[in-house]
């Protein structure tokens, strides 16, 4: 067998980083935070320039998607590349992105799939509450997590009763959402879960009778929400008694296990470190991240904060931290289709998802998506570069000159075979394929 | 457009003036650009050692999300089950497909009760390791990696195609079928392996001239994920090519259609990867180490149909493939094995399911094995204080058995210490 690549014994190659200068830090700035940008969008923050840039993302107020009219389909099943789509376009044309990449933050974090869910409204309606609650508060982003009716199904805190506790939500939020494994025991499980139990599912607005067997003419009566709800709390359900949870007895309910969790030193550090490995650098070092959590943490746990302490932090722009990060799936589809100026390509990208191994609605476990080095295999090199012949051949009518892209695109810095390939691209067709395609593009 | 030139014949300053800078080695580092972190250092291919010498295969097969043991090797006769399990325990037994007077298979592992009869399905009981872990990803991490302690990084899998195998050049050495990411048993950096998801779209929709191009791209990539992007798509492109050709010459000789319609996580398509799994096998591509995932088994809610449908579905694609390659004579080299990051507690809970649990039965299945019960049976009245059925058998006993009896690896090198035997294999290839 002929043709693997092997890495050369030579000195090992780094990317040379240009972010000491405005420009590629607002590049960089854009990248991590808005799944890529149109030439407008890119003019339109160089001259801003990088601290006004990172301003603007974090204050302006999200744009609302418009509203999926399928959401009251009764029964909630309408499909989940319907919901891919209606999420895909509003990515595509939105003009708050870093909007939609912190809700896709939190739909990683806090996620929940449509199979287990079994009711793509709940899963619609998360969504929305995800964009809204995204760059809240800590506690009450907690709050809302724990009574979402997607979140209820999901991790099963709609079955759990005082007297007959489920554990599943209760170690996950802790576990995953929270603290992180090691911070907790297995009697703190125990005693949540049963602090936790009494919540349920919504009511819906009403009933329709469907007809899903017509030659036998047999209906379902279905449920019908008309309006987003939430999960209500019924006090029968629930534990009335003392626990002992997080080195504390006594009586305890939901904001109250919420409250000692934000008490623990351990979450600001979770969650501070993965927002750190998100959007800064694969391995941030534990001091830079102990300075992130001890901010978030003073701050009560403001997002705002958090984040514009991350994007305005040395390491950020660091050289160190130049290249380190893998565009996710949905990141890099939808930035091909940006810099192809092609925003209706959203069921391509909704469709190609999976086989690079990121369907939205839709996670591997409650872990949500892996990140870096977990995107790159063989089977997703492929379909990344499907995804480029694929989605050039759907915009072969206008596509935009290639000329800047591998400056607007890449930061000008290529490695010796991008190089060495895009000078020698016959056409723009053939510089575009290269720029999407390269190993390059696919990193932030 | 896809010639290749070296470096030095390269127009530099023609770059520079256009604005672009090249990513550097020596001098990135001496400006003071950041060293390539260890844990992602580009992949050193050290010569191999010798390599295993025979033509054994091995199939990991997941149960992702925690397998409910007692649902799988049932205990027909205990009543103390029926104390446990008020609403689940009933079916489970009166459907059971007997192995003995105290087990009994779940109903719809049909296929593997028919290989059980044959003598070709060995249960180990009780498997798991001291102080276990309740959480799906450290448990998932501590069995992938062979590591209770967690400090391994590198699955045992991974290690084994790096330590007993010649992986570089053979990408198709180790494969995960059915699957876009590199499971984490696998993992290794040091070693090469593919990842297939599905094998009709395995492939460029481009055609040769887009292979060509990112094959030309994909070389020398800088920075710290440049050795991966470039032995991801050098695997990807020698194995498309390897293939068309296998898939020219493989013929299925069993039904792989799924039997039963699952109700949760259909995503698994493990009759489909099992299938691929066979074909490259059948054909001769020098594959040695396949893993496939099945997922869902995490059945905290209504447990009852869905494990049910999820054991169906393990059934019909393990039948098939183990028929497959009986009818291309391939039987005699393939041992397929079961995983799950724990079982579940043998209590129910309020919901008709289970929650997270310790020990639970591994299956071994094919002509390699010599069937019957190993290990010690649970017993469901000595729980630990969680409530769960503590091990008798430490899963590296069972990696141990497969490794050196097997596969004729060096069990001691990948897995640092030697464990307890369970003899299991009809004719073990070398001693422990």
Redesign the interface.
């Known amino acids: ?8 014994k ?9 972010l000491g200068s405005e420009s590629a830090r607002v590049m960089q700035v854009l990248r991590r935070t808005s799944f890529g940008y149109t030439p407008a969008q890119l003019d339109s923050a160089l001259s801003e320039g990088f601290k006004k840039t990172v301003d603007r993302l974090i204050e302006t107020k999200p744009v609302e998607p418009p509203i999926l009219d399928a959401a009251s389909t009764p029964g909630g099943r309408f499909g989940v590349g319907l919901l891919q789509q209606w999420w895909l376009d509003h990515m595509l044309s939105t003009s708050t992105p870093f909007a939609e990449r912190m809700t896709l933050f939190m739909h990683g974090h806090f996620t929940s799939d449509y ?2 869910v079994g009711d793509d409204t709940f899963m619609y309606w998360q969504n929305l509450t995800w964009r809204r609650m995204a760059m809240t508060d800590l506690r009450s982003m907690l709050t809302q997590v724990t009574s979402d009716p997607a979140m209820l199904k999901y991790l ?1 805190l709609a ?3 005082g ?6 939500y209760s ?1 996950e939020l802790m ?2 959402f929270t603290m992180g ?1 090691g911070n907790f025991t ?1 009697d703190d ?1 125990r005693q949540s879960a049963r602090a936790l139990a009494g919540w349920q599912l919504p009511q819906p607005d009403s009933y329709a009778t469907v007809v899903v067997d017509k030659a036998n003419k047999v209906t379902q009566r279905r449920p019908v929400f008309t309006s987003q709800k939430s999960g209500v709390f019924n006090a029968k359900r629930a534990f009335n008694g003392s626990v002992t949870y997080l080195g504390k007895t006594g009586p305890l309910d939901t904001q109250g296990v919420i409250d000692r969790i934000l008490a623990q030193p351990a979450t600001a550090v979770y969650i501070a470190s993965k927002v750190a490995r998100h959007f800064v650098t ?2 941030p070092d534990a001091a830079y991240v102990k300075g992130l959590a001890d901010t978030f943490r003073k701050s009560k746990y403001d997002m705002k904060t958090l984040m514009h302490a991350v994007f305005t932090s040395p390491q950020f722009n660091a ?2 931290s130049y ?2 990060l ?1 565009k996710t799936p949905t990141e890099f589809m939808v930035h091909t289709a940006r810099a192809l100026g092609a925003p209706s390509l959203s069921k391509l990208v909704a469709g190609a998802g ?4 990121q369907s939205l609605f ?1 996670p ?4 949500g998506w ?1 990140t ?12 990344r ?2 995804f480029v ?2 989605a050039m051949a759907q915009v072969k009518k206008s596509l935009p000159s290639a000329s800047d892209a ?2 607007t695109q890449l930061d ?10 895009l ?4 056409d723009d067709r ?1 510089r575009w ?2 720029t999407l ?3 390059e593009f ?2 932030k | 457009m896809t010639r290749e030139i070296g470096i030095n014949q390269l127009k530099r300053r023609d770059f520079l003036k256009a604005g672009l800078v090249f990513g550097a080695g020596a001098a990135g580092l001496a400006a003071g650009y950041a060293a390539v972190p260890d844990a992602f250092a580009r992949a050193v291919y050290a010569a191999k050692r010798e390599g295993v010498a025979n033509d054994n295969i091995l199939v990991m097969i997941q149960l992702a999300g925690g397998n409910d043991g007692l649902r799988t090797v049932v205990p027909i006769a205990d009543p103390v089950l029926h104390d446990l399990r008020p609403k689940l325990a009933g079916a489970m037994v009166s459907k059971a497909l007997p192995l003995n007077s105290q087990w009994g298979l779940n109903h719809n592992l049909g296929a593997i009760k028919g290989l059980w009869d044959k003598g070709k399905v060995a249960i180990v009981q009780g498997v798991g390791y001291p102080n276990p872990t309740f959480s799906h990803f450290e448990s998932i991490r501590i069995w992938e990696t062979g590591d209770p302690t967690r400090r391994q990084v590198n699955g045992w899998l991974g290690r084994t195609l790096a330590t007993a195998y010649d992986s570089n050049g053979h990408p198709l050495t180790g494969c995960a079928c059915g699957t876009t990411n590199v499971p984490g048993a696998l993992r290794d950096l040091q070693a090469t392996m593919t990842v297939i998801q599905d094998q009709k779209k395995f492939g460029f929709s481009g055609g040769s001239e887009v292979e060509a191009a990112v094959g030309a791209l994909y070389k020398g990539t800088p920075g710290i994920y440049g050795a991966l992007f470039d032995t991801a798509m050098a695997t990807a492109t020698s194995t498309i090519s390897t293939l068309r050709t296998s898939a020219a010459s493989y013929q299925p000789m069993a039904d792989y259609t799924d039997k039963v319609k699952l109700v949760y996580s259909s995503k698994n398509q493990l009759a489909a990867a099992l299938q691929l799994a066979a074909e490259l096998i059948v054909t001769g591509t020098g594959v040695k180490l396949l893993h496939v995932t099945l997922g869902g088994f995490d059945t905290h809610y209504t447990e009852l149909n869905r494990h049910d449908d999820l054991m169906g579905y393990l059934d019909t694609a393990v039948g098939a493939f183990y028929q497959d390659l009986a009818a291309h004579g391939m039987a005699d080299k393939v041992l397929i094995a079961t995983w799950s990051e724990f079982g579940r507690r043998p209590k129910e809970n309020a919901s008709g399911g289970t929650d997270h649990g310790a020990a639970a039965p591994l299956l071994l299945i094919g002509n390699p094995v010599k069937g019957g019960m190993y290990g010690d049976s649970p017993n469901l009245t000595s729980l630990d204080k969680t409530g769960n059925l503590p091990y008798s058998v430490d899963f590296r006993s069972v990696y141990q058995e497969i490794l050196a009896g097997h596969l004729g690896a060096g069990s001691n090198q990948i897995l640092g210490a030697s464990f307890d035997r369970i003899p299991f294999l009809a004719a073990p290839v070398a001693a422990v």
């Open positions: 067998m002929q043709g693997i690549g092997r890495p050369g030579g000195p090992i190659m780094d990317w040379i980083s240009p199979r287990k099963d079955q759990s009763t007297q007959s506790p489920n554990e599943n170690r576990e995953l494994a297995e499980v694969a391995q050289a160190q290249r380190t893998v999976s086989g690079m191994g839709d591997p476990d409650v872990n892996p870096n080095e977990s995107w790159i295999s063989s089977n997703t090199v492929v379909e570069v499907n012949t694929v591998p400056k000008g810095v290529l490695s010796p075979q991008t190089a060495t390939l000078n020698q691209a016959a053939a394929f290269i395609a390269s190993p696919q990193l």
